[in-house]
């Protein structure tokens, strides 16, 4: 499941559903487990289509609150010749205004993996919720700290406090140096800094994407590399998500990191190649992704 903001990304020529957290559980949903968002909109008109377009995605909203007060939250997105975005994230939105609901505790009660960032921490409401919930969690339901780093809406404390409670952490080559650096060790190279994390705070798994070129797995007994698959890049929002979705995929059925990270990176760069972060279902490349040669 997804747990954090729920938004809608502006484009110049059009607007789409977004947030990490959305997108993580829409891949998780065509892959064939049950992806559930746990995230806040507006009571307004953007929120109630937030509603119909989570639905038609094949999404359930019974763990989508509605804030009276918040509006909906908006980010406006450039995508640049190369297909890489850039944001203007809104605040406040209703994502800011997490609550500890029963709903939510039953969620966090049955969850089998929860991914959540560090976006959606900005706020202390929705940072103490979002904790709230990751201290409920059973205790071998696995969890996701998906970094996202964006604009100035993290600190070194919402990043240790967050690894503290990860099983698996992703992050890509860009945030790797900064993340380290904040929470106090020298940047050399990436594997040194992912043995660093793993060690510092107890991480099954650290995930490091570089994009076009791949990614590094680092576990306890092992590591793996992937160069990446070539694709003509429409845009890559939402392609990390995908990214992430595929992994934890593999990750709960114990398969090893060969098959993690080429199935990741399959599901990556299909979403890379498609214009926004919820592509249809192609049911051909999702098998190839559940079932990848390795």
Not at 115 to 123: H, K, P, W
């Amino acid at each position: 499941m997804g747990l954090g903001e729920l938004l809608w990304d502006i484009f110049p020529e059009s607007r789409q559903l977004g947030g990490a957290p959305a997108n993580f559980a829409y891949m998780t949903n065509l892959l064939g487990d049950e992806g559930i968002v746990a995230s806040r909109v507006g009571n307004d008109d953007l929120g109630e289509e937030a509603k119909r377009r989570l639905e038609h995605l094949g999404l359930g909203t019974s763990c989508i609150q509605f804030d009276p007060t918040y509006r909906t939250g908006v980010v406006q997105v450039e995508v640049d010749a190369k297909g890489q975005p850039t944001f203007q994230i809104a605040e406040p939105v209703a994502w800011d205004a997490f609550e500890w609901t029963s709903a939510w505790q039953s969620l966090a009660q049955k969850a089998d993996a929860v991914c959540f960032g560090s976006l959606a921490q900005r706020s202390p409401q929705s940072r103490q919720t979002i904790f709230s919930f990751l201290k409920t969690i059973r205790p071998e339901t696995t969890r996701v700290f998906d970094v996202n780093l964006r604009q100035v809406f993290y600190t070194a404390q919402i990043l240790a406090d967050s690894a503290k409670h990860a099983d698996i952490i992703k992050l890509n080559n860009d945030e790797l140096p900064t993340v380290v650096q904040l929470l106090g060790f020298p940047f050399y190279d990436e594997e040194s800094a992912a043995q660093w994390l793993r060690h510092t705070f107890h991480i099954k798994l650290v995930c490091i994407t570089r994009g076009a070129a791949g990614s590094l797995l680092v576990s306890e007994y092992a590591k793996h590399e992937h160069p990446g698959i070539r694709v003509q890049v429409a845009d890559t929002v939402g392609s990390g998500d995908a990214f992430t979705a595929a992994l934890v995929y593999h990750y709960l059925r114990r398969d090893s990191l060969a098959t993690m990270n080429e199935a990741a990176n399959r599901m990556g760069s299909w979403v890379a190649g498609q214009t926004g972060a919820t592509p249809a279902r192609d049911e051909a490349r999702l098998e190839l992704i559940r079932s990848p040669e390795v």
